[in-house]
């Protein structure tokens, strides 16, 4: 049974810091290409970061420099380190599982099999 389940949203002032958790199970996650996607309201789900099967991170233009991607092994856990948040990171925030993803196609929803529930941030 596939779960991926996110923890860690909340509501910040602009220029605080977040961390977005997903515990993986019932499934190796290290064979797939491990990603952050969010959706503000009104908007299209877009993705955020990426981690592939080999390590290789790849991060949207808007949060490069700002937000880190990582994997806890120990704990099946991918981590999104969210620093120097804007008003406009606002969103519904997923985590996603695809084994078609890879870091040339990172940001294509559809080659991500498994979501999980999301989490919200609130940026202001």
């Known amino acids: 049974h596939v779960q991926l389940v996110e923890s860690g949203g909340g509501s910040v002032q602009a220029g605080g810091s977040l961390r977005l958790s997903c515990a993986a199970s019932g499934f190796t996650y290290s064979d797939y290409c491990m990603g952050w996607f969010r959706q503000a309201p009104g908007k299209e789900r877009e993705g955020v970061a990426a981690?592939?099967?080999?390590?290789?991170?790849k991060y949207a233009d808007s949060v490069k420099g700002r937000f880190t991607i990582s994997e806890d092994f120990a704990t099946s856990t991918i981590l999104l380190l969210m620093d120097r948040l804007k008003p406009e990171d606002t969103a519904m925030y997923y985590c996603?599982?695809?084994?078609?993803?890879?870091?040339?196609?990172?940001?294509?929803?559809?080659?991500?099999?498994?979501w999980g529930q999301g989490t919200q941030v609130t940026v202001s």
């Open positions: 981690i592939d099967s080999d390590g290789t991170t």
């Open positions: 996603a599982a695809g084994s078609g993803a890879n870091r040339d196609n990172w940001s294509k929803l559809s080659l991500y099999r498994y």
